[in-house]
């Protein structure tokens, strides 16, 4: 399947924002990318804005169009507000789980693990990163895997408290996921508003 794997400094410029979790590069050069980067560009019109948006949320997470439009159906078809519901979903997804918990160090990190079988939902592994985690699951690092350095490294010094969503257990080297975020909780800068809009058209 199709996924970005060009510079990942390149997209957080365009956005101007560490999308994709601390960048020295950016905090040096923090304008677009190319060579009328420093330039004023032309106002946005109100759809780039809501396409840009959009766009963010998907590098953010790491998830292709079709998985985000079949996302936001879902999120339009539930009770609640649309825009947080997407979120949400986005956020109970088992590599970003994998990613809060602090077995990698960032989502695309938490795609490998789990593709690699490195990850159990309830003592059973599951390898599909888009795996829909639910209130109460309990997701692990398979025991053959507990000794990996890269894992090891990643979870040392972790501040597990960070996130009031889940739930870790250092002895047994699982988390459980107890509810699903509130927004005020999920700390991503997107304007997921935006996003509800520009489907709306």
Do not use: C
Request: charged share 30%; net charge positive.
């Amino acid at each position: 399947m199709a996924r970005y794997i060009g510079p990942k400094t390149k997209i957080a410029r365009k956005f101007g924002e560490p999308i994709f979790g601390e960048d020295k590069t950016l905090q040096r050069r923090n304008y677009p990318p190319g060579q009328h980067g420093q330039n004023k560009r032309r106002k946005t019109s109100e759809y780039g804005v809501q396409l840009r948006e959009k766009q963010k949320a998907k590098y953010t997470y790491g998830v292709l169009e079709k998985q985000f439009r079949n996302l936001f159906n879902r999120a339009s078809a539930m009770k609640g507000i649309t825009g947080e519901i997407l979120l949400q979903l986005l956020e109970s997804r088992l590599d970003n789980v994998v990613y809060r918990l602090g077995i990698a160090p960032t989502r695309a990190a938490a795609r490998q693990i789990v593709l690699h079988r490195h990850i159990t939902v309830n003592g059973a592994v599951v390898n599909i990163a888009s795996y829909q985690v639910k209130p109460g699951d309990v997701i692990g690092v398979r025991e053959k895997s507990k000794s990996l350095e890269v894992i090891a490294d990643n979870l040392a010094g972790f501040n597990h408290s960070k996130y009031p969503w889940i739930e870790w257990d250092e002895a047994t080297k699982s988390g459980k996921f107890l509810h699903v975020p509130a927004r005020e909780d999920i700390p991503e800068p997107i304007k997921e508003q935006l996003i509800v809009e520009l489907y709306s058209k």
